[in-house]
């Protein structure tokens, strides 16, 4: 009876391993998986540190490549994103989390002649979303649709965040990084029961966006080389870009 006992008692032990390392490993191979689906680039994560049993944790040195054309290597570097996840909706269908804390990212906003590489992923990601609804709604990948979790976000908080400037369109880069105002966003796929990953990922680049597009940018701040038409034509476009 004593043998019996400890056998099961390594068994369940075994299992709770397996299920704390396999939820972080789940986690990563998702986000490299799924995410460049949606944002039409690379992304990778460091790691993923996740409890299945408090449902707090981190991911760490996330990072949106940058689409092609553009001379940067990455559109935005993440270091520190902390979460905290109802653990008995892990099981369900739809993922409940309670709040996801982006700390200090790094937003590289880089403009060439196709406009600006934060605008294409944005795009990229809002077709991804529509297809995503279209495909739902008719039917059409049932088994996809099926598998796909969806997810709940009641809080998602950006804070001191930092954008780079910089165009292609001239010789240097624009040499500039302003801060961002903090962003908070809620209730992320609540109305709908929940919303797939192109969804929600679609709604946090638009917030971002949008935030951007409300800042003010001292022009004479900027390091801008070229014909005095060039810089005036740049200066005008990230003049419209930040609502001045």
């Known amino acids: 009876m ?3 006992f400890i056998f099961f008692a390594v ?3 075994a299992l709770v391993a397996f299920g704390i390392f396999s939820i972080n490993s789940i986690v990563k191979t998702g986000v490299e998986t799924v995410a460049p689906t949606v944002t039409g680039t690379s992304v990778t994560l460091g790691s993923a540190n ?9 991911l760490s040195d996330l990072v949106v490549g940058n689409p092609s054309g553009y001379k940067g290597e990455n559109a935005i570097s993440m270091k520190n994103i902390s979460v905290k996840i109802q653990p008995s909706s892990l099981l369900e ?3 409940i989390i309670d709040e996801i804390l982006i700390d200090t990212p790094t937003i590289n906003y880089e403009m060439n002649e196709s406009g600006f590489n934060l605008n294409n992923i944005l795009r990229t990601a809002q077709n991804a ?8 709604s008719s039917g059409e990948d049932s088994q996809v649709t099926k598998s796909t979790k969806k997810v709940i976000i009641n809080n998602l908080k950006i804070r001191n965040a930092q954008v780079s400037l910089a165009t292609s369109l001239l010789n240097s880069s624009a040499g500039a990084t302003i801060p961002v105002p903090d962003i908070h966003i809620t209730d992320i796929g609540k109305e709908s029961g ?8 679609a709604t946090v ?30 200066a005008d476009k990230l003049k419209g870009l930040f609502g001045n």
């Open 205 to 234: 680049l638009k917030a971002v966006t949008k935030k951007l597009s409300t800042m003010k940018l001292d022009i004479n701040s900027l390091n801008l080389d070229g014909t005095a038409n060039e810089v005036k034509g740049v």
């Open 194 to 201: 929940g919303a797939s990953f192109e969804q929600a990922s």
């Open 93 to 95: 269908n739809t993922i």
């Open 50 to 58: 996740i409890s299945v049993f408090s449902g707090s944790g981190s």
């Open 2 to 4: 004593k043998k019996l």
């Open 11 to 13: 068994v369940i032990i």
């Open 129 to 136: 979303s529509q297809q995503k609804a279209i495909s739902q």
